[in-house]
């Protein structure tokens, strides 16, 4: 039993009964409109999980309908309901954003099905919604000192742009918190966001965690396994403490970056990848350069859009901030 409420649109008043009776003896909260304009208005006033919307209606059709509501509420399914003769404008409007459609008369188990399929779609959307607004509030960057008002208004400029980045800062800065937000500003938000901790992985397996490996290609590895530029594909990958990586290694990835393509270790098929680089060290590179431990044409290729993480004895102001979120965040999970 469901306590969500159905809106049902259809100027066919037995229509509208009929499709009323299953749903309530389904257990879902009813309301019904007997034209297009009727149906905005309840939407609004019941904010209900699904609609049902018939598409052959006067004054104000069912694609009208769909469009207003799709506007007002993007994320709830709407089932389009269609008589004999519209199947074909019906698939079109799943083109628009319609979840499905049924036909008159339908069958009772089907429409069950799809309106029970639809509203635990809709569901799962909304949980997913709140935990990606959750981890983004564990990942927002507290402060309003100037230092980080100036780093936000960078992030501002830099994150809808696809220039790479290289954030410069000491540990424990937030240089991850910089690289999340510019990945959140950014046009490919909705796309992974993959981490790689150059520093945390053995030299040895790294060029396995960044690129993958085919069955068989080293001992152990009994099973083909993608690398993080495979798995951030259409997204960001964050390379933190990049000056930890071997000169081979920085060898590797920098045509990777020139050509977004490479091979898994041990393969031959060149795959190829739409990625976002952004870039962090607490070392300062250019003398890394001098020691001849870090590649001057990969630092120019990653410094494009240059961001510098500020320390928190720069920043005091933002220390009562702080110490506030951290006895809230700690309050809620303790």
Same mark, same amino acid.
């Given at each position: 039993m469901s306590n969500e409420t159905i809106l049902i649109v259809d100027d066919e008043e037995s229509v509208r009964k009929s499709l009323a009776d299953v749903m /309530?003896?389904?257990? +879902?909260?009813?309301? &019904?409109?007997?034209?297009? %304009?009727?149906?905005?208005?309840?939407? !609004?006033?019941? *904010?209900p999980a699904l609609a049902l919307l018939d598409i052959a209606m006067p004054?104000?059709?069912? #694609?009208?309908?769909?469009?207003?509501?799709?506007? $007002? /509420?993007?994320?709830?399914?709407?089932?389009m309901v269609t008589g004999h003769g519209t199947i074909e404008t019906a698939v079109k409007t799943t083109k628009m954003g319609a979840y499905d459609f049924i036909e008159k008369p339908p069958l009772l188990e089907h429409l069950n099905l799809v309106v029970k399929h639809g509203i635990?779609?809709?569901?799962?959307?909304?949980?997913?919604? &709140?935990?990606?607004?959750?981890?983004? =509030?564990? +990942?927002?960057?507290i402060g309003e000192s100037a230092p980080i008002k100036a780093l936000k208004q960078q992030i501002?400029?830099?994150?809808?742009? !696809?220039?790479?980045?290289?954030?410069?800062?000491?540990s424990g800065t937030g240089k991850e918190l910089v690289a999340r937000? #510019?990945?959140? @500003?950014? %046009?490919? @938000?909705?796309?992974?966001?993959?981490?790689?901790?150059? @520093?945390?992985?053995? =030299?040895?397996?790294?060029?396995?965690? $960044?690129?993958?490996?085919?069955?068989?290609?080293? &001992?152990?590895?009994?099973?083909?396994?993608?690398?993080?530029?495979?798995?951030?594909?259409n997204g960001t990958i964050f390379l933190d403490e990049i000056a930890d990586m071997s000169l081979a290694t920085q060898a590797k990835v920098l045509r990777v970056l020139e050509g977004q393509e490479? *091979?898994?270790?041990?393969?031959? %098929? &060149?795959?190829?990848?739409?990625?976002?680089?952004? @870039?962090a060290s607490?070392?300062?590179? *250019?003398?890394?350069?001098? %020691?001849?431990?870090?590649?001057?044409? $990969? +630092? +120019?290729?990653?410094?494009?859009?240059?961001?510098?993480?500020p320390p928190l004895r720069d920043r005091a102001d933002d220390i009562p901030r702080l110490a506030s979120h951290f006895l809230q965040q700690f309050s809620r999970e303790y």
């Open positions: /309530r003896d389904e257990g +879902y909260d009813v309301v &019904t409109a007997s034209s297009g %304009k009727e149906g905005i208005d309840l939407l !609004n006033e019941t *904010q004054e104000m059709d069912g #694609i009208e309908v769909l469009r207003k509501f799709r506007e $007002l /509420r993007p994320d709830m399914p709407v089932i635990e779609e809709s569901r799962l959307r909304e949980e997913n919604e &709140t935990l990606k607004r959750s981890i983004e =509030q564990r +990942y927002e960057i501002d400029l830099a994150g809808p742009t !696809n220039g790479w980045v290289l954030i410069h800062g000491e937000a #510019i990945h959140r @500003a950014s %046009k490919r @938000a909705a796309g992974p966001f993959v981490e790689v901790n150059c @520093a945390a992985i053995p =030299q040895e397996l790294i060029e396995s965690e $960044l690129f993958g490996h085919e069955k068989g290609s080293f &001992t152990g590895a009994a099973a083909m396994k993608r690398g993080k530029f495979e798995t951030a594909d490479f *091979q898994r270790v041990g393969g031959s %098929k &060149t795959l190829k990848v739409d990625v976002r680089v952004v @870039a607490n070392k300062n590179l *250019q003398d890394e350069i001098r %020691k001849g431990t870090f590649r001057e044409d $990969l +630092y +120019y290729r990653l410094n494009v859009i240059p961001l510098v993480a």
